[in-house]
């Protein structure tokens, strides 16, 4: 026999089935155009946001058509984990790769842990359990199993508002987009890579130049930054370099290191020597290219 759900408890659960799936969605779609626009490069990192792309799709369609307690709970249990994946990169990195603070991070985690609230009540609503006090002690062990379950569901909902304090407290003590010191003196090497020679800082990275910018502006500001750190100082040229070398002054007393009239950046995304993870990324509004020397 069919349980009979009172109609605003109805209306409830429908709104809140209508929340997730739509969160579910926006966190797949943030995730999506992350991916898209900069984090499929990264190694490592970069499956990993492919595969929180699909499973969060994945799940806002089965639960969309089924309804289910059990979708929910695995959906804000996916939505727990991610926020979790978000804070261990922000404190302490994952796979060598350490993320700091961006608007697009915050809009994320703040739809992760709503996404976590709405399935975790959506489940526990849907586990209150219907079935009276019988005498039938196959009902009783079904109100049983609800109550086993319901308790299960609240645990849930308050690890949501337990997620909620943790990334409080991570926004406000995280690392930011850095304040770019004037810095001293940038010797700028070549290097070899897949048959192209690119222009490396002392240390063996990659040197990257922005579309958008000027021979005497950047446009990397803000968020901008903290991917794409900026190559400070007066440069001066490793051997067999062959290009005109200055500086522009970025405000503040900081000069930033250019190369035939680019701006120079690193990027957070080369976790290693020898990489070019960055060229060709459309990032920030612009296309980033890797910068090529003669030698």
């Given at each position: 026999?069919?349980?009979?759900?009172?109609?605003?408890?109805?209306?409830?659960?429908?709104?809140?089935?209508?929340?997730?799936?739509?969160?579910?969605?926006?966190?797949?779609?943030?995730?999506?155009?992350?991916?898209?626009?900069?984090?499929?490069?990264?190694?490592?990192?970069?499956?990993?946001?492919?595969?929180?792309?699909?499973?969060?799709f994945l799940l806002a369609l089965t639960f969309?058509?089924?309804?289910?307690?059990?979708?929910?709970?695995?959906?804000?249990?996916?939505?727990?984990?991610?926020?979790?994946?978000?804070?261990?990169?922000?404190?302490?990195?994952?796979?060598?790769?350490?993320?700091?603070?961006?608007?697009?991070?915050?809009?994320?985690?703040?739809?992760?842990?709503?996404?976590?609230?709405?399935?975790?009540?959506?489940?526990?609503?849907?586990?209150?359990?219907?079935?009276?006090?019988?005498?039938?002690?196959?009902?009783?062990?079904?109100?049983?199993?609800?109550?086993?379950?319901?308790?299960?569901?609240?645990?849930?909902?308050?690890?949501?508002?337990?997620?909620?304090?943790?990334?409080?407290?991570?926004?406000?003590?995280?690392?930011?987009?850095?304040?770019?010191?004037?810095?001293?003196?940038?010797?700028?090497?070549?290097?070899?890579?897949?048959?192209?020679?690119?222009?490396?800082?002392?240390?063996?990275?990659?040197?990257?130049?922005?579309?958008?910018?000027?021979?005497?502006?950047?446009?990397?500001?803000?968020?901008?930054?903290?991917?794409?750190?900026?190559?400070?100082?007066?440069?001066?040229?490793?051997?067999?370099?062959?290009?005109?070398?200055?500086?522009?002054?970025?405000?503040?007393?900081?000069?930033?290191?250019?190369?035939?009239?680019?701006?120079?950046?690193?990027?957070?995304?080369?976790?290693?020597?020898?990489?070019?993870?960055?060229?060709?990324?459309?990032?920030?509004?612009?296309?980033?290219?890797?910068?090529?020397?003669?030698?």
């Amino acid at each position: 026999m069919s349980r009979r759900v009172p109609l605003p408890r109805r209306w409830t659960q429908l709104s809140l089935r209508v929340a997730g799936v739509g969160l579910l969605v926006a966190a797949g779609a943030i995730h999506l155009d992350l991916y898209l626009t900069g984090y499929r490069s990264i190694p490592t990192i970069g499956w990993m946001f492919l595969l929180q792309v699909i499973t969060a799709f994945l799940l806002a369609l089965t639960f969309a058509i089924s309804g289910s307690w059990a979708v929910a709970a695995m959906g804000a249990g996916f939505a727990a984990s991610t926020l979790i994946g978000y804070l261990l990169s922000v404190w302490v990195g994952l796979f060598g790769f350490k993320e700091v603070r961006t608007t697009a991070g915050i809009v994320a985690a703040v739809i992760e842990v709503a996404t976590v609230a709405v399935l975790a009540l959506y489940a526990v609503i849907d586990l209150n359990p219907l079935v009276s006090a019988s005498a039938d002690p196959a009902r009783r062990r079904v109100a049983g199993i609800r109550i086993g379950a319901r308790s299960g569901a609240m645990v849930v909902a308050g690890a949501s508002l337990a997620c909620l304090a943790v990334f409080g407290m991570a926004a406000a003590i995280a690392i930011g987009p850095p304040s770019v010191s004037p810095g001293g003196t940038t010797e700028l090497l070549s290097a070899q890579l897949k048959g192209v020679t690119l222009l490396t800082d002392a240390k063996g990275f990659t040197l990257y130049w922005f579309a958008l910018d000027s021979p005497t502006q950047s446009r990397c500001v803000g968020d901008c930054e903290a991917y794409w750190p900026p190559v400070t100082g007066s440069p001066a040229a490793g051997s067999g370099v062959a290009g005109t070398l200055g500086t522009i002054d970025r405000g503040a007393g900081v000069l930033q290191a250019t190369f035939d009239g680019h701006p120079l950046y690193r990027y957070v995304g080369d976790t290693a020597q020898g990489q070019a993870n960055g060229n060709g990324l459309n990032l920030n509004g612009g296309i980033w290219h890797e910068v090529t020397v003669t030698r």
